[in-house]
């Protein structure tokens, strides 16, 4: 099961991988991971209330999840055709969505946070609070293993990649950089003429 070999074997595991089946619950852990982590920088909890932003992380997160995705792959198909990729659009966005399989890890983290702290997540109330020994060092366990996931899913992403593209792994690396660029420069872009249109308007 693709599920449960990519994780050790994610070169072997992509390489049977032809369709877009299953995209739907990795784009659900993806826009659910994307959704909590805007909901805690922006404080969402303090004005919605916690289980509100938590439902709505669940009911929006397949829909923010595939836009991202979609988003995410683009620059990564742009880039790797730069340096001579011999990926589809739809292999890199397969390839960037199977990579977040390891991190269930981090949902289940967060879940575990959500409800054994609902009055605090998503919300700032934590700071300046007095914390015991023992909960800082069970936070920081939670964060360690929320790293470890995201290390994970990184290097499998790259492995992933490198098949669809028929890249070495070294080469896969330079793709996603690229890709990273590219974006980056896009974005800037963007929030220039942004700036400007509302210069203009007033």
Not at 183 to 198: E, G, K, P, T, Y
């Amino acid at each position: 099961m693709a599920w449960l070999t990519i994780w050790l074997h994610p070169k072997k595991t992509m390489a049977k991988v032809t369709s877009g089946r299953g995209l739907w619950p990795l784009a659900s852990i993806c826009g659910f991971l994307f959704f909590v982590n805007c909901a805690q920088f922006y404080n969402l909890g303090t004005r919605f209330g916690s289980w509100w932003t938590l439902l709505s992380a669940f009911f929006l997160a397949p829909v923010i999840g595939y836009l991202y995705l979609s988003f995410s792959a683009f620059f990564i198909y742009v880039a790797g055709k730069l340096i001579h990729g011999q990926a589809t659009y739809s292999k890199c966005r397969l390839a960037l969505a199977w990579s977040y399989v390891p991190l269930v890890i981090n949902v289940v983290t967060w879940l575990f946070l959500i409800f054994s702290f609902p009055q605090l997540i998503f919300t700032n109330y934590a700071i300046g609070m007095p914390m015991s020994a023992s909960f800082m060092y069970f936070v920081l366990m939670l964060y360690v293993a929320q790293l470890v996931g995201a290390i994970w899913s990184l290097i499998i992403f790259f492995y992933c990649l490198a098949v669809v593209q028929k890249f070495s792994i070294l080469r896969a690396v330079v793709n996603v950089v690229i890709a990273t660029l590219i974006c980056s420069i896009c974005l800037v872009i963007l929030w220039i003429l942004i700036l400007n249109a509302l210069v203009y308007l007033k």
